[in-house]
């Protein structure tokens, strides 16, 4: 499910839709991975959607000894993720500014991508931020450990695994105050509400500059992480069958 297809009326999100009407009239029971995303389920379809939060592997998605360097948003380049604010924000940080690394799919919307990319170009101190696709899993668990922060202000999202994946590598979020994702991050992640760069960059300054407020964040965001396993998730589903 995305909440997406529920919040922006198009012809294509209206046969989503439909599918799900469709497909739940057949299913013995419904399953959202957050609150905010079965409520839109239950409202759409008519039937109560139980929640039933995703797992993540801790035997992969793990933190090493020391934390890294620089800034991390893993989000495929759809408008919604709005990298356009991560770099508002970036800008406003103090200079030299850390290494800026943004990981998704440009196939999912090359002309965001595209528009990405020209701004990009504009800016100052430019070669310092990069953006890559196509990661394998190592090197993806790699980028989370050996950075110091993770941004997300996206618009949109039911539950987000980038968000539990960078919590079990120790690595800190800044990300958007949704319903969803603060019952995703719990007390593990930073919240901020608004488009405002000034704020958003305040907050990656404090974690990227303060030792002791970085070290609490660490480890609040790998207590978070605890809450998500396959074995919950797997069980989840069983106490529903």
């Not at 995305?2 to 497909?23: C, F, G, I």
């Amino acid at each position: 499910f995305n909440p997406v297809m529920y919040e922006r009326h198009t012809a294509a999100n209206a046969l989503r839709r439909w599918a799900v009407r469709r497909t739940s009239r057949r299913a013995n029971y419904l399953a959202a991975p957050s609150r905010s995303m079965a409520e839109l389920v239950s409202a759409s379809t008519g039937r109560e959607c139980s929640v039933v939060h995703l797992g993540i592997d801790h035997s992969v998605f793990s933190p090493t000894a020391d934390p890294g360097e620089g800034i991390l948003c893993v989000a495929d380049f759809y408008t919604h993720k709005r990298h356009d604010l991560i770099l508002d924000a970036w800008c406003r940080l103090d200079s030299p500014r850390p290494r800026l690394r943004l990981i998704g799919n440009p196939r999912v919307d090359p002309r965001a991508h595209a528009h990405l990319l020209a701004r990009i170009e504009t800016l100052p101190e430019a070669a310092s931020i990069v953006l890559e696709n196509d990661l394998s899993l190592r090197r993806l668990v790699e980028a989370y450990q050996h950075a110091r922060v993770f941004v997300l202000p996206s618009e949109h999202e039911s539950f987000c695994m980038p968000l539990v994946e960078s919590m079990a590598c120790g690595l800190p979020p800044v990300v958007r105050d949704l319903a969803s994702l603060r019952e995703t991050g719990g007390d593990g992640a930073t919240y901020i509400a608004g488009d405002d760069p000034g704020r958003w960059a305040a907050a990656l300054q404090t974690l990227i500059e303060d030792d002791i407020e970085h070290q609490r964040a660490r480890e609040s965001a790998l207590r978070s992480a605890s809450r998500f396993s396959w074995e919950a998730f797997a069980a989840g589903l069983v106490a529903q069958l």
